[in-house]
């Protein structure tokens, strides 16, 4: 086996390694809160933490989430010429470095959604790639604050509903 090729598999194993660290679970043991696994959605990430009321613990489960899918992917980015690795191999670590939040060894296979490791990822690709995609994420619920309550159930339950005028033959029968 050629030699650049174990470099590549090297790196592609320890990015998924570093994936598989579930820092929601690292992070809330340290802290002394209760598993993450064990209430709210039983998912390790950095929402379900928050569910703790522990914000501090939730942010730090956030940021060390994103940077273990940055890490990875910056030394292949800035590192991996030196050592043979192209940009076929940063995709593979980039990919690694994801499943190993979502699929992690050292949990059992039952990860997270991977949004903060992927958002990670995409930093350490392109950066402002990766920036534009948090500030649109942090944006994205805007919209829905000055909405009343009431007004988000319609919103997203209207359309569903059996006397929407989609699911009725005619308004005589839609009452």
């Given at each position: 086996?050629?030699?650049?090729?174990?470099?590549?598999?090297?790196?592609?194993?320890?990015?998924?390694?570093?994936?598989?660290?579930?820092?929601?679970?690292?992070?809330?043991?340290?802290?002394?809160?209760?598993?993450?696994?064990?209430?709210?959605?039983?998912?390790?990430?950095?929402?379900?933490?928050?569910?703790s009321g522990?914000?501090?613990?939730?942010?730090?489960?956030?940021?060390?989430?994103?940077?273990?899918?940055?890490?990875?992917?910056?030394?292949?980015?800035?590192?991996?010429?030196?050592?043979?690795?192209?940009?076929?191999?940063?995709?593979?670590?980039?990919?690694?470095?994801?499943?190993?939040?979502?699929?992690?060894?050292?949990?059992?296979?039952?990860?997270?959604?991977?949004?903060?490791t992927a958002a990670g990822?995409?930093?350490?690709?392109?950066?402002?790639?990766?920036?534009?995609?948090?500030?649109?994420?942090?944006?994205?619920?805007?919209?829905?604050?000055?909405?009343?309550?009431?007004?988000?159930?319609?919103?997203?339950?209207?359309?569903?509903?059996?006397?929407?005028?989609?699911?009725?033959?005619?308004?005589?029968?839609?009452?």
């Open positions: 086996m050629d030699f650049f090729v174990l470099q590549a598999l090297a790196a592609v194993v320890a990015a998924y390694l570093i994936g598989s660290l579930s820092f929601a679970v690292i992070v809330s043991r340290m802290m002394g809160l209760q598993d993450p696994r064990t209430y709210g959605s039983q998912n390790p990430g950095a929402t379900n933490v928050l569910r522990n914000k501090l613990a939730a942010a730090l489960t956030l940021l060390l989430d994103a940077v273990k899918g940055w890490l990875p992917v910056w030394v292949a980015v800035h590192e991996g010429a030196a050592y043979g690795l192209g940009e076929g191999t940063v995709a593979m670590v980039a990919l690694a470095a994801f499943v190993g939040h979502v699929w992690p060894v050292f949990f059992r296979f039952k990860g997270g959604k991977g949004v903060a990822v995409l930093t350490g690709i392109e950066p402002i790639l990766g920036l534009a995609t948090l500030a649109g994420l942090a944006l994205l619920p805007l919209p829905f604050l000055s909405l009343p309550p009431l007004s988000l159930l319609d919103f997203t339950g209207g359309s569903s509903s059996p006397s929407s005028p989609s699911r009725c033959a005619s308004p005589a029968t839609c009452s």
